[in-house]
């Protein structure tokens, strides 16, 4: 069906005739099978679980949305006090921010099928994922993934292939204000192709078995999402069966199960003029299925898009429950009873104050008299002495020791379960000591033990799916052009730069050249000599063969190593105890290394930061450094320029696409 390149806001309200999908007798024996498998993985998520004391899915969920968020609730008479401590969202806060500083990065290594390592590869895909992750902006996903996780105990992230298209309107000539004759060419173009994570809130995830706790192990997955019509359009527009996609709908029931002539069923509430689309996926027996409104938009059988035999969603729990249940305990479902003392017991604290300024009076004056009688600096006249008199002595006394020390204990519990007022940075009563306070973060990193290790669980996952995704994806060519040096047609990859600690120079910038015709060794390090004089920085060369990436056997591995963000302040103060450790070892130090370290910790360029070796040798003997030395230190000798010394062979190197 061709798209519709008109503005959506020209269509008119009209009544909507969808005719029914003509299925086969295979199809509608197969939709028949899956609506049955929603349904019984939606009432099985649904219904009431222990684990959650006794509240449903859904529940647990929109309750800890509320906890996190500080919900309050309206008043329910005029006198109560809708008092909200915000604990819960302050601990959340400072366990996020703790966790947020740590780099959470894999070390990549590749084996070829004799178990040899093969660095270069493995640090061209560490190069590879950092650039996909920019152009993701996964800084901001991390932490949103992260706040999900501690938020909710369950967060699901889902790796993609995100291909983009928009609307490219060129005007002809210039608008002047005038309303005719104005034209304009409208076509859809590519917009950007790159890998992508999405967090998919835990209620829009259906498990097929929720008593497995490993997501890998589950028969099947489904995902419901939904969007507006003219944004689906862009992107199923022109599939087979778009036009009998409805706009309106009825609700997915039981009744429905067992037939498939109804056309526009829908699993969750949706606005009208949306799509919801349910995503369907089945490892074990490779099949894919995507429905939108209920209509069948993919062959029966349909194996899974993304090239791997895997789930592309993973799941991660903070705190597990039970082996024998899918989703895991979060942090503010976990405090919340006691918070919920605390508040009540802070709310009541609230109200005794309250009655202390202004105590329940008793009126015998035989008169209806104002409460405002009672405010301060109010004069009221023909009211005797003593007419006004408080219930009873204690109504003014406020709060008492007993209740104040409660209140002190219940915040010394919830300290002791997430973190000390020392961990978030808050000054602590009384004289504390340099070793107590130590002491107090040694403890709380204790209890972020489990934290640190569920989100370094989480990005392990992540970037086993993302390495899936670029082994399949990135190393696609996105054109052909002519090579000019060859005369012939070759195919135009994605290259990738990014900034690298370079071992023994510094700061510079490593770049990965996908092609089939990899130039020689001695090629690339006259390229990387060349290139690095005219960018003042040290440049690296990888080039990759895509199609024997994508062909060879490789084993890969990665390990996630949980540390303070380079150049952090902990990393400079670690930096620091490890000389005053290692000074011990005095002549046996290598003091080059060390300078590369520290200049590396102080994000510096040890090359501008220390002087070499040489450079020492010809400022102690002067008379030495004007002796000629049977080598010139002239650029214009030593470092050909690309066209006229590298030569053929460094040109076609070159060629490929730096």
């Known amino acids: 069906m061709p798209i519709d390149l008109k503005s959506p806001l020209l269509e008119e309200k009209q009544q909507e005739i969808i005719e029914r999908p003509d299925y086969n007798p295979q199809e509608e024996t197969y939709l028949k099978g899956l609506k049955s498998r929603l349904e019984t993985a939606r009432n099985n998520r649904d219904t009431q679980h222990e684990e959650f004391d006794g509240m449903d899915y859904s529940s647990y969920y929109y309750l800890n949305e509320k906890l996190a968020n500080t919900f309050i609730a309206p008043k329910k008479n005029r006198e109560d006090s809708n008092f909200q401590s915000g604990i819960i969202r302050t601990k959340l806060l400072a366990l996020l921010s703790s966790v ?7 070390d990549i290594s590749a084996f070829d099928k004799n178990g040899l390592k093969l660095q270069g590869l493995g640090d061209a895909m560490e190069d590879v994922i950092l650039k996909t992750n920019e152009l993701d902006l996964d800084d901001e996903k991390k932490l949103m993934r992260q706040y999900e996780l501690l938020k909710q105990g369950t967060v699901f992230i889902e790796e993609i292939w995100d291909e983009r298209s928009k609307k490219d309107k060129i005007l002809k000539g210039k608008f002047t204000g005038k309303l005719n004759d104005v034209k304009w060419n409208t076509k859809i173009k590519k917009a950007f192709a790159h890998p992508s994570r999405n967090i998919i809130p835990g209620i829009n995830v259906y498990l097929g078995d929720i008593s497995k706790y490993n997501i890998s192990e589950q028969p099947f997955i489904f995902t419901v999402d939904s969007m507006s019509y003219e944004e ?6 022109e599939w087979d069966r778009w036009e009998n996609v409805p706009k309106k709908f009825e609700s997915f029931d039981a009744s429905q199960t067992s037939n498939t002539n109804t056309v526009n069923w829908r699993l969750i509430d949706t606005r009208e003029n949306y799509v919801e689309i349910v995503r369907y996926q089945d490892k074990w027996n490779n099949e894919f299925v995507i429905l939108l409104n209920g209509v069948l938009m993919t062959p029966v059988g349909l194996p899974l898009p993304w090239g791997y035999e895997n789930y592309n969603i993973v799941q991660q729990n ?4 039970h082996i024998k249940f899918a989703y895991g305990k979060s942090l503010v479902f976990k405090i919340r009873n006691k918070v919920a003392i605390l508040d009540e017991m802070m709310r009541l604290a609230v109200l005794k104050t309250q009655k202390s300024f202004m105590p329940p009076y008793v009126n015998i004056s035989g008169r209806i008299l104002s409460n405002r009688v009672l405010m ?7 009211i005797a002495p003593n007419t006004l008199v408080p219930i009873n002595d204690k109504e003014t006394q406020g709060i008492t020791t007993s209740e104040l020390a409660m209140i002190s204990e219940l915040q010394e519990s919830i300290n002791a379960e997430t973190t000390s007022p020392t961990f978030q940075g808050q000054q602590t009563k009384g ?3 340099a070793t107590e306070i130590i002491e107090l973060q040694r403890q709380a990193k204790l209890m972020l033990g489990i934290t640190i290790f569920s989100v370094s669980m989480l990005e392990w996952k992540l970037e086993w799916l993302r390495l899936q995704n670029i082994l399949k994806n990135w190393f696609n060519a996105e054109d052909t052009i002519v090579d000019e040096i060859r005369g012939e047609l070759r195919s135009k990859y994605r290259n990738v730069s990014v900034e690298r600690n370079i071992e023994g120079e510094g700061v510079g910038r490593r770049i990965i050249i996908p092609t089939s015709k990899i130039p020689s060794a001695e090629s690339i390090m006259k390229a990387e000599d060349i290139y690095s004089q005219e960018q003042g920085m040290p440049i690296r060369f990888i080039f990759l063969n895509p199609e024997e990436i994508k062909s ?7 390990v996630i190593r949980p540390r303070e963000r380079k150049t952090s302040d902990v990393e400079k103060l670690m930096f620091r105890a490890e000389m005053q450790d290692a000074a011990i070892f005095g002549p046996l130090l290598n003091l080059d290394y060390l300078a590369e370290k520290f200049a590396s910790v102080w994000n510096e360029n040890p090359k501008k930061m220390f002087k070499s070796m040489e450079q020492l040798e010809m400022q102690q003997s002067p008379e030495t450094a004007q002796k000629p030395t049977g080598k010139t230190l002239s650029p214009s000798v030593n470092l050909p320029t690309a066209e006229k010394a590298a030569g053929r062979q460094i040109n076609q190197g070159l060629g490929i696409g730096v």
């Open 431 to 433: 004289q504390t000591t």
């Open 376 to 382: 301060p600096g109010k004069i009221s006249h023909g």
């Open 318 to 321: 903070l705190e597990p429950i």
């Open 100 to 106: 947020v500083n740590l780099d959470l990065s894999g």
């Open 232 to 237: 689906a359009e862009l992107i199923f527009g």
């Open 552 to 558: 060879s056997k490789l084993i890969w591995q990665i």
